[in-house]
């Protein structure tokens, strides 16, 4: 029984730890990964609920926001938040300064859907670009019902210039928002994601190709993002093994190490892994802990981690952790940790889309619990 206490306690202990993360000393190693929740308004405007949402939030030791569009073009969900007008910055303004008040930080997540949209989500009902015309299999949500993807327009080599602008002034309006910094949504099939992966990039030089040329995008991306906010504010997002939203690579380690190599060369704060791997089993296996050797800076990890998982991650070279269903459902999580309470169910039919309830009424650990500061003060 001593032992079992004793090793709780380590676990808890290098959880709740400090660390360094760019520009900012952060109190524990737990993060609030990114998740679309689909609260906002019909415009992109964060709602009074995403205000309530983030601060009950505010005991992670960073919020990485949901997922939020640079441009009207880069939409891809309804009612997913966006930040290119002056409505949308003072939208943000009031989830953190909401955030700050309870003591915690928050990055916006700066996405661009590219294919993963449909042209009823998009101004003038035109096509959602992409690196190549490739439909990808599946169904988007749109004010219609699910349809199919429809094959997406081509970006041509002289727009890209504009895309990377829209990631700049995004950039610009973040900080006007006063978010702490920002998260480059490089996975999960998106468009940065969509340039990086030959399954979706089938264009020759200078962005399609070779693995470097394929980087080039999300390089001048984070180059741009970072010449805005500063490079120990800014992170990016990959992930290198995740088919979701039909992608494929036939060298991920190739694509990967070379993408990796050049974002670290930028100084960024950190690199955010999605470790999912649910990849098809061909050509040689790519270990993604390879990639910790390649990265100067914080890493961090996600998918599926508990309290035991997690500590295993740092003990192994991980700086922090994210937790995305869990901190739904726990809006005080790592005060659970610390309490070694029980956990709520996330509840998945609330997750996209909806009203309070899925949302931001999870019951914080009560007093009786053990509870202090953080949740009695978001209660
Ligand atoms: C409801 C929901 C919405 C999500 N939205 C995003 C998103 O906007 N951006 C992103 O990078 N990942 C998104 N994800 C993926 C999560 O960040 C995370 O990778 C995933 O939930 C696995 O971590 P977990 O096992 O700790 O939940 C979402 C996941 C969920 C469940």
């Not at 997002?237 to 190599?261: G, I, Q, W, Y």
Request: charge should be neutral.
């Amino acid at each position: 029984m001593k032992a079992t206490n004793e090793m709780k306690n380590n676990t808890t202990a290098s959880l709740l730890s400090i660390g360094q993360l760019g520009r900012y000393e952060l109190p524990t190693r737990m993060i609030m990964a990114p998740m679309t929740r689909m609260r906002a308004h019909g415009d992109g405007v964060p709602s009074d609920m995403m205000v309530t949402y983030y601060s009950q939030r505010a005991c992670a030791a960073l919020i990485i926001s949901e997922a939020t569009a640079v441009s009207a073009q880069g939409v891809g969900y309804m009612n997913a938040p966006r930040l290119y007008t002056e409505e949308h910055v003072r939208g943000w303004a009031r989830v953190t300064s909401a955030v700050h008040a309870r003591g915690g930080r928050i990055f916006v997540q700066l996405f661009h859907a590219g294919r993963i949209s449909h042209p009823s989500l998009l101004p003038g009902t035109g096509l959602p670009v992409a690196p190549s015309a490739i439909r990808p299999k599946g169904r988007v949500h749109t004010p219609e019902g699910r349809v199919p993807y429809v094959t997406p327009r081509c970006v041509t080599d002289e727009e890209i210039p504009r895309l990377v602008d829209e990631f700049k002034v995004a950039a610009q309006l973040a900080a006007a928002a006063g978010f702490d910094g920002a998260e480059i949504h490089a996975a999960n099939g998106y468009l940065l994601d969509q340039f990086l992966r030959n399954g979706a990039n089938h264009r020759q030089a200078p962005y399609g190709g070779s693995p470097k040329n394929r980087a080039r995008f999300l390089t001048e991306v984070a180059d741009a993002v970072a010449s805005v906010l500063g490079a120990g504010s800014t992170g990016v997002r990959l992930s290198p093994l995740h088919r979701f939203n039909d992608m494929s690579d036939s060298e991920p380690r190739e694509t990967f190490t070379t993408a990796v190599k050049a974002l670290d060369k930028l100084g960024l704060a950190y690199l955010h892994l999605v470790e999912k791997d649910d990849a098809p089993l061909v050509g040689p296996r790519f270990e993604l802990s390879r990639l910790r050797a390649l990265w100067s800076s914080a890493l961090v990890v996600n998918e599926d981690y508990d309290r035991v998982r997690a500590a295993a991650a740092l003990a192994r070279g991980a700086d922090f952790i994210s937790f995305g269903k869990l901190f739904i459902a726990n809006p005080d999580l790592p005060r659970r940790f610390l309490a070694d309470a029980r956990l709520n169910s996330p509840r998945s039919d609330s997750f996209y889309g909806g009203d309070s309830q899925g949302y931001i009424d999870y019951p914080f650990l009560s007093a009786d619990d053990g509870a202090s500061s953080c949740e009695a003060q978001s209660a």
